[in-house]
């Protein structure tokens, strides 16, 4: 990127006449102040570089700004980014359309990044494991008693009344079921998705307990809601399928309970701080909030309206745009919580590009990170949702396996995850390229050709 440069004085000086006499002391204090300068010019210069540096074509890049203006001018978003990189370099950021009415798009522009919570989630936990002081074999009701003895649906044959039976799980749930979304926890919204008779009968026993699915403005605490979601019957028996859920939110107060530190300060510790991850927050302070993106609502036919504030219910999905800067701010959903920016989100992607490490900082070792991204830890089940044939599931991603499939991320091994405000990312180890969308948009299915688009455009700009 080029930078702003201060203007030249117009001067001449001749080194004949003009000998300067330099005081030694001087001399020696503005040489270390170079000395102290060069490390963060040299890292900007790393990070930021022209793409064919990289080996990604600029006219290729090009494309994506053609699909993101004609989404905005088709009022598919309101606005959006978009940043790619390779090779620890950032090649491509660019901010297109509206943040907010009379607010244009920036690139330091806050996100309710939502899922995209998770992967933090799980890297807390590893950061637990990697210390002792957890196993992934563990129960985990050795920690949070109340999951002890877990029962599950079992609906019965067309007729019966009532059409279901709890029965005793086979096993516990442990933390690796947890990180892998096969706890046989679900989401409430998830009835809207599927509305078959068992995600609708679970998605009762939610609403009757006041199971919140992180995206509201939610009294108490993540703990509260913890208790009372583990004396509720499961989907599924522990281990045997896929079911994408409330686990994460479970595995936020896991890390609460280990660690006697709320999750907000874990992570802002012990993977913010050394990351340098400076606009990443559950509850950002007041004075960045005018930084926060709108929520958008499009039909996907050329009309956009902006969301108003407040608790909003579409069925079994119970959200709020405003949970971030609303309600009593205590309530920590390693779920859906946090919000964060394209750069501070490329930070992460990139300590995981680097095997655990960035700017000389090890926040994971090699090996961790591979049972993470790199380990499909759900057996023959696919990674449904957003995936499926051809993806499955490490421990906080989904992990392309098979390019043979509907979706293509572009590289055996590319793992990812997406945001139920339309955002998403996706990391591809092979090319070490990472690719970051962050769109506030209503509804969540809205994005998913963007994102295809995106991918294939990010992809077919490689040129070495």
């Known amino acids: ?69 004609r989404m905005v001018d088709e009022k598919k978003m309101a606005g959006g980014i978009v940043l790619v990189a390779r090779q620890g370099k950032i090649a491509y950021l660019k901010a297109f359309g509206l943040a907010d009415h009379g607010k244009t798009m920036v690139k330091d522009t806050l996100f309710r990044i939502a899922s995209m919570s998770k992967p933090f989630t799980s890297m807390a936990i590893m950061l637990l494991y990697e210390e002792g002081r957890i196993l992934l074999s563990d129960p985990i009701s050795k920690y949070i008693p109340e999951f002890k003895n877990p029962k599950v649906i079992e609906m019965l044959p067309k007729g019966q009344n009532p059409p279901f039976k709890l029965v005793p799980a086979k096993r516990e749930i442990t933390i690796r079921d947890l990180l892998s979304h096969t706890s046989g926890l679900s989401y409430r919204f998830l009835a809207n998705w599927y509305p078959d008779p068992k995600h609708r009968q679970l998605a009762s026993y939610y609403k009757e307990a006041g199971i919140s699915d992180g995206l509201s403005e939610t009294d108490g605490t993540i703990g509260d809601m913890v208790k009372t979601l583990a004396r509720l019957p499961l989907y599924a028996q522990p281990g045997d399928v896929f079911e994408y859920g409330l686990s994460a939110d479970v595995l936020g107060y896991l890390v609460e309970v280990v660690s006697g530190m709320t999750l907000a300060d874990f992570m802002h510790q012990r993977i913010f701080q050394p990351l340098k991850m400076n606009d990443t927050y559950f509850y950002p302070p007041e004075e960045k909030l005018g930084r926060l993106s709108a929520v958008w609502i499009s039909d996907g036919n050329g009309r956009i309206d902006k969301m ?6 579409e069925g079994d999905y119970v959200y709020s745009p405003s949970y971030q800067y609303k309600g009593p701010k ?14 501070d989100y490329f930070r992460f992607c990139q300590m995981l590009l680097n095997q655990g490490e960035l700017d000389g900082v090890r926040l994971l070792s090699r090996k961790t990170v591979e049972l993470m991204t790199a380990t499909n830890h759900i057996g023959d089940s696919d990674a449904k949702l957003l995936h499926g044939k051809g ?42 390229k990472i690719t970051i969308f962050l769109s506030q948009t209503h509804p969540f299915a809205l994005h998913f050709g963007i994102w295809d688009t995106i991918t294939v455009l990010s992809n077919s700009a490689i040129i070495d």
């Open 1 to 69: 990127m080029e930078q702003n440069r201060m203007p030249m004085t117009q001067w001449s000086w001749n080194p004949a006449s003009h000998v300067p006499r330099i005081n030694s002391r001087f001399f020696t204090f503005v040489m270390f102040l170079l000395l102290c300068a060069a490390p963060v010019i040299g890292q900007k210069a790393l990070q930021e570089q022209k793409p064919e540096a990289v080996g990604l074509s600029s006219e290729r890049l090009g494309r994506i700004d053609v699909l993101m203006n």
């Open 391 to 432: 993806w499955k599931f490490g421990l906080g991603f989904a992990i392309e396996t098979d390019r043979g499939g509907d979706i293509d991320g572009g590289s055996v091994g590319v793992y990812e995850w997406a945001g139920i405000f339309s955002t998403r990312f996706s990391i591809d180890p092979r090319e070490k």
């Open 330 to 343: 205590t309530y920590y959903s390693g779920g859906g919580g946090l919000v964060s920016t394209a750069s």
């Open 308 to 313: 108003t504030d407040g608790i909003k219910q």
